[in-house]
């Protein structure tokens, strides 16, 4: 799909099951989430992925260091945010690389996919929600140059306070 300087960005696969679920299954890579996925969640989240790759032509997808180990999930789908239809970017990156910017890398390599792709796609505006607690994800956010619209409660995530980031692609 898509690829950076040190990431390969590449739609999951069902058989992937096992390297999502080390990341979304990971307590300390979760917890701005309610909780860490279990097994069923974390297929209904790969099953979803692989969907909307087939159906839309973009997904979240895995993030792969060069070696091919894989270390997140990044992308975006189209999704309801506070009663709306929206395409919503989103990044996860494995606790163990946390620190050495891949998550921005990869929501870069994403959004530059999306900027390249958006119009043919009907994509014209971006959207990236976030716990008003997760700084790492609102810094990656800003530097996107994604602003900041709104402050809500976000019932996708236990009605914690988020924030609501968005970018025109147009």
């Given at each position: 799909m898509f690829k950076t300087?040190?990431?390969?960005?590449?739609?999951?696969?069902?058989?992937?099951?096992?390297?999502?679920?080390?990341?979304?299954?990971?307590?300390?890579?979760?917890h701005h989430w309610p909780a860490p996925l279990n097994d069923d969640a974390t297929v209904s989240w790969l099953k979803r992925a692989v969907e909307h790759q087939a159906e839309y032509g973009f997904s979240r997808w895995r993030c792969e260091l060069k070696t091919g180990e894989i270390i997140g999930d990044v992308g975006a789908l189209h999704h309801i945010v506070r009663d709306k239809p929206v395409v919503d970017l989103g990044y996860i990156i494995h606790?163990?690389?946390?620190?050495?910017?891949?998550?921005?890398?990869?929501?870069?390599?994403?959004?530059?996919?999306?900027?390249?792709?958006g119009k043919a796609l009907n994509i014209q505006t971006i959207v990236a929600t976030m716990a008003t607690d997760n700084i790492a994800s609102v810094r990656t956010a800003q530097r996107l140059d994604m602003q900041l619209t709104d402050t809500f409660h976000n019932r996708n995530n236990l009605n914690k306070e988020s924030y609501y980031f968005e970018l025109r692609l147009d």
């Open positions: 300087s040190r990431l390969s960005l590449n739609a999951w696969e069902e058989a992937d099951f096992e390297a999502i679920a080390r990341i979304l299954q990971d307590a300390a890579t979760m606790a163990d690389y946390w620190g050495r910017g891949y998550g921005l890398e990869a929501a870069q390599g994403s959004m530059e996919w999306l900027k390249r792709n």
